[in-house]
């Protein structure tokens, strides 16, 4: 049987304040309950997550206490009856209120924590509905959106023996609700990102295919750079000079580079298929529109014994909608299109740099005071949730860049597979190991180096990078443009 | 109506057997698959007993197979289905729970008294109440929380409370009540436990 409903008209008053996320607990707990329309489980999980983040100082130090343990289970064991009740509003609204004029004001604070943790749990059990999702509090509640993300898949950590792992986790490193509550929800605040997470799931078909592979306990990757030889076309705009200085852009694979780009993609499948490679990663501002074109006819036609499941098919200059994006492409192993990714962060050449590489500058039609890519930037990062972990694949700076490194990490994206063009791998290499310790992220990154310079260049052509102690960030300097590895042989033990 | 039918085939000789058929001009063998890895995936979602591997190997057998003839509805229907049955290993489902426990188990036993009982209880508590010994409580708690079915919850790494999730909660009122242990059960139960924990210890030790 419900409760009475509870005596709203006692605390008539308290949901007038101007509520903020450090007014005094029970005013906001108050307001959110009794508010119209009415508080729903999800809004109350997204409240309570952030109240509890902005007092997770006090929340840790009470935990800390042996003496609050037991009320904190006991608080737990009651919300997750109440929440399924259809009058819980009001009964949790009974418990703040038999709690407002406690003489300790930590109290609320364990018991939010508490019903923080039932809803964390009911949500977990409903996961296909809420993972995903987003939640939007009113302004009177402090206003913000919410994003629900399960915790990723962990295969590529998972074959990495306990005494090579490791032994700093993220968990060392934070100090948020879901860590010091051991939460399973990672819940991201979205409304300050300049760039959107936005969560989909893997090809149910390619899900699967790579579940299966994965029981054989390992994967085999391949970093394909394969193009060293041949002419990109490059267009500058020096009409349209400005701040950032010349705008340019990849046009496309010269003509007559064609014949010998298409001929050697035909032999990279073919050698990946010959040693049973199972994600195929190629580099940035390589394979332009055509040539995308011919791999996925071949992906889709080509006999071949054994094909990837994945191809992260590198980027290029593309025309979307009237505006140029740096976008890259992943395919299936049968050709078909999984999702794309364009580039967020703006890349410049700044005239210092212009003017100690009047090489490039030639290369890519600009002068000595610099240049831009010109291209729009994407306001979305597209995660990617399958039996590998979750994926991401920013393009270049957009990995090693500061400015989504924090999303990165938020979103506990742990498996990175990156198309690049630099001849400064450092940054990389440093980006590989601050997410490795951070949420146990694997970064594959393929590069295209020789781009920069006339030369062809055999530097810095991939690096591969696994969350473990003590691989370390392995690159590539070779003149055979396919680098191709299990995941075993990275861990040293094969 | 087809009379083609796969029934009492498993799934992927199903696909294989409609391959065949279809080569032979019997087109009706794909709508008669369709109804037999239709049913397939519910029988699996109902009682969690279909072998879930086969099931998906075959789902995607049969998707790429029509989406290579290029035939729908069947490539969109069946690459949804595999799309299902990935979505229920991430659902729990009572079938799965009432294994995990064993209606008649200690398991069972244990959730019923967490459900019961007003607050949280400590694995020491338990093995009061239950007449077994810690790692036994321990070992079902496990099973009980790896099933969703219930919570630990430890402080500082040193005491644990146990408390019911919410379907474990929903489960447990399904449960019959615990009885007490009369003396003659827990006499025949020390024998077994000591039995089963000699099959641990090395050949020579037994003998």
Not at chain 2, 58 to 74: C, F, I, T, V, Y
Request: aromatic share 6%; proline share 7%; with cysteine.
């Amino acid at each position: 049987m419900n409760n009475p409903p509870f005596p709203w008209h006692l605390l008539e008053g308290c949901n007038k304040f101007v509520l903020s996320m450090t007014a005094p607990l029970h005013e906001t707990l108050v307001a959110a309950l009794s508010g119209a329309p009415p508080l729903r489980r999800l809004d109350l999980h997204a409240l309570l997550h952030r109240l509890c983040a902005v007092r997770i100082v006090n929340l840790r130090n009470c935990l800390r206490e042996p003496a609050w343990a037991e009320p904190l289970a006991k608080f737990e064991r009651q919300a997750t009856l109440i929440l399924e009740k259809g009058d819980w509003r009001d009964q949790l609204a009974q418990k703040i209120l038999r709690w407002i004029g406690g003489d300790d004001p930590d109290r609320l604070l364990v018991f939010c924590a508490a019903t923080l943790r039932a809803l964390d749990a009911r949500h977990q059990e409903r996961r296909l509905d809420v993972a995903g999702s987003t939640v939007s509090l009113s302004a009177a509640l402090g206003g913000g959106e919410t994003l629900f993300l399960p915790p990723p898949a962990t295969p590529l950590s998972d074959l990495i023996p306990q005494p090579q792992r490791l032994r700093r986790g993220p968990g060392d490193l934070k100090s948020d609700p879901r860590e010091i509550l051991g939460l399973w929800w990672h819940l991201v605040a979205l409304e300050d990102l300049p760039v959107q997470p936005r969560l989909q799931e893997l090809d149910a078909r390619v899900s699967h295919e790579l579940a299966g592979r994965l029981k054989t306990l390992d994967l085999r990757f391949a970093l394909a750079s394969p193009f060293a030889e041949l002419l990109y076309g490059i267009r500058s705009d020096p009409a349209r000079f400005g701040a950032d200085g010349t705008p340019y852009r990849f046009s496309e694979l010269r003509p007559e580079s064609l014949e010998e780009a298409q001929r050697n993609l035909l032999e990279i499948l073919e050698r990946c298929s010959e040693l049973k490679v199972d994600v195929l990663c190629f580099p940035e501002l390589t394979l332009d529109t055509d040539l995308q074109n011919r791999l996925v006819l071949l992906l889709k036609t080509q006999d071949l014994p054994h094909r990837p499941v994945l191809v992260m098919a590198g980027s290029f200059h593309v025309d979307s909608n009237g505006q140029w994006v740096n976008r890259c492409r992943i395919f299936s192993g049968q050709g078909r299109l999984l999702f794309s990714q364009d580039k967020c962060v703006p890349y410049r050449i700044p005239a210092s740099q212009a003017g100690e590489s009047p090489e490039l500058c030639a290369l890519l039609g600009i002068d000595h005071r610099g240049g831009s890519e010109d291209i729009h930037l994407s306001g979305f990062l597209e995660i990617v949730d399958g039996p590998l972990g979750r994926l991401a694949t920013p393009i270049c700076l957009d990995y090693c860049g500061d400015q989504l490194r924090d999303l990165f990490i938020a979103t506990a994206v742990n498996l990175l597979l990156v198309p690049a063009m630099t001849s400064r791998m450092e940054p990389f290499q440093k980006r590989a190991q601050d997410l490795g310790t951070q949420s146990g992220a694997a970064s594959f990154v393929t590069n295209s180096a020789w781009l920069l310079g006339k030369k062809r260049s055999d530097r810095n052509l991939a690096l591969a990078y696994l969350p473990a102690h003590p691989v370390p960030v392995l690159t590539r300097d070779s003149a055979d443009p396919l680098w191709v590895f299990s995941i075993r042989e990275l861990l040293g033990l094969t | 109506m087809s009379s083609l039918q796969f029934v009492d085939l498993s799934p992927t000789e199903s696909v294989e057997r409609a391959q065949q058929a279809v080569a032979e001009g019997h087109t009706d063998a794909w709508g008669a698959l369709d109804r037999h890895l239709r049913w397939s995936l519910i029988s699996h979602l109902q009682n969690r007993t279909e072998n879930q591997d086969a099931l998906g190997v075959a789902l995607l057998q049969a998707s790429r197979w029509a989406d290579h003839e290029e035939r729908e509805p069947w490539a969109t229907r069946w690459a949804y289905l595999l799309e299902l049955l990935r979505d229920a290993d991430r659902q729990p489902a009572l079938a799965s729970e009432l294994r995990a426990v064993g209606p008649e188990g200690r398991a069972a036993e244990m959730l019923r008294i967490l459900v019961d009982h007003p607050n949280p209880l400590r694995p020491t508590e338990l093995v009061e109440r239950m007449g077994l010994s810690i790692q036994q409580i321990s070992n079902l708690g496990r099973k009980l929380e790896t099933a969703g079915l219930i919570s630990r919850r430890s402080s500082g790494g040193k005491a644990i409370w146990l408390l019911p999730t919410a379907r474990g909660f929903k489960l447990g009122e399904l449960l019959p009540a615990p009885s007490p242990l009369s003396k003659e059960e827990e006499i025949d139960e020390a024998p077994e436990t000591s039995f089963w924990q000699k099959l641990d210890e090395p050949v020579a030790k037994i003998a």
